[in-house]
């Protein structure tokens, strides 16, 4: 059974820093595209980054030169360390893995999902 479980959020003061994991059941990790995706209270889920089988990154305007999103195929694992955190940011952020390893930034392209992990930012 495939699961991704999030771990790493919580509550910081704006400015902060919290990193986010993604623990991936996956047999073959190296070959998924990993992406993170938030959804705030009454807004549709949103892509955040993205890191392909090769490792390059994408990331959506808000949160360039402020977030970093990596992997460690060793450890079938993603990360998203997030610096410089702002009220905007508070969001339930979920991590997703897409079987073709293609770049994407749309959450139905993408084959499973986390439970998500919650991340408060207080102004």
């Known amino acids: 059974q495939v699961q991704l ?3 790493g959020g919580g509550l910081v003061q704006a400015g902060g820093s919290l ?3 993604c623990a991936a059941a996956l047999r073959t990790f190296s070959s ?23 490792g390059s990154t994408y990331y959506v305007d808000s949160v360039k030169g402020r977030f970093t999103i990596s992997r460690d195929d060793a450890k079938n694992a993603a990360y998203l360390q ?9 969001a339930i952020y979920y991590c997703a893995a ?18 998500g992990t919650q991340v408060t930012v207080s102004s």
């Open 32 to 54: 998924y595209a990993m992406g993170w995706f938030r959804q705030a209270p009454g807004k549709e889920r949103e892509f955040v980054a993205h890191i392909s089988w090769s």
């Open 5 to 7: 479980v999030e771990s």
């Open 98 to 115: 897409r079987m073709s390893g293609i770049f994407s930034t749309t959450a139905s392209q993408y084959d499973y999902w986390g439970q």
């Open 82 to 90: 997030m610096n410089s955190l702002k009220p905007e940011d508070t």
């Open 19 to 21: 990193r986010l994991s």
